[in-house]
């Protein structure tokens, strides 16, 4: 059975950071979404684990990083200046890829068959 496990997840104010690792088999492309109550699973980043490409959402970049520790079986996702509207359940996902369309890139929750339990992310003041 495949086993991904986040954490780090918690409470801050904005402006705040946090960092999610997720401990687990190490697949070619993995990936971080999000989801908050009554909305569809919302890809936020993905790396592939072989080299440098990667994949943030729109609302994230120059605020998340996604990054690989291969040596600990690890892929964290770095957030900084956090705002309310990161509030979500944090989701690590295995094995997928980035899409890339004509004029935009991202990932598919459907892409992407390991999951883990996911962490909860709240940023309020």
């Known amino acids: 059975r495949v086993e991904l496990v986040e954490s780090g997840g918690g409470s801050v104010q904005p402006g705040g950071s946090l960092r999610l690792s997720c401990v687990g088999p190490?697949?070619?492309?993995m990936g971080w979404f999000r989801q908050t109550p009554g909305k569809e699973r919302e890809g936020v980043a993905a790396?592939?684990?072989?080299?440098?490409?990667?994949y943030y959402h729109d609302s994230v970049k120059g605020r998340f990083t996604i990054s690989v520790d291969k040596a600990k079986n690890t892929v964290y996702l770095q957030m900084n200046n956090l705002k309310p509207e990161d509030t979500a359940m944090y989701y690590c996902?295995?094995?997928?890829?980035?899409?890339?369309?004509?004029?935009?890139?991202?990932?598919?929750?459907?892409?992407?068959?390991?999951w883990g339990q996911g962490t909860q992310v709240t940023v309020s003041s």
């Open positions: 996902a295995g094995d997928g890829a980035i899409t890339r369309y004509s004029n935009y890139d991202t990932i598919l929750e459907g892409d992407f068959p390991y």
């Open positions: 190490i697949y070619t492309c």
């Open positions: 790396i592939y684990t072989g080299g440098s490409d990667t």
